[in-house]
């Protein structure tokens, strides 16, 4: 059974930066691409971004120059660096694995104004 792990959230100012971590265990995810979704109360889930396992990252247009997708296979864990934080991306951000269809708690951000 493949678990998932979310950490890194918090409260920062407008502007500030935050780096989620999405720690693996169950399976060896080096192959399989891995999401990030946010969600605030009473909103559908919404995809941030995703990484395949050749390393390849594709952003939601919200997020994009100002939001990297990484990976370390050898932790079994995937990152998500925020930089330039709006107070539009306060969510739970959540990390998933679709093969598995998988994911985690999740992380509040909170980006105050």
């Known amino acids: 059974q493949v678990q998932l792990v979310e950490s890194g959230g918090g409260l920062v100012q407008a502007g500030g930066s935050l780096r989620l971590s999405c720690v693996v265990s169950g399976r060896n995810i080096t192959w399989n691409t891995m999401s990030w979704y946010r969600q605030t109360p009473g909103k559908q889930r919404d995809l941030v971004g995703t990484i395949t396992g050749g390393g390849t990252t594709n952003y939601a247009d919200s997020v994009k120059g100002r939001f990297t997708i990484s990976r370390d296979n050898a932790k079994n864990t995937v990152y998500l660096q925020m930089h330039s934080l709006e107070p539009e991306d306060t969510a739970v951000y959540y990390c998933?694995?679709?093969?598995?269809?998988?994911r985690g708690q999740g992380t509040q951000v909170t980006v105050s104004s």
């Open positions: 998933y694995v679709p093969l598995y269809n998988s």
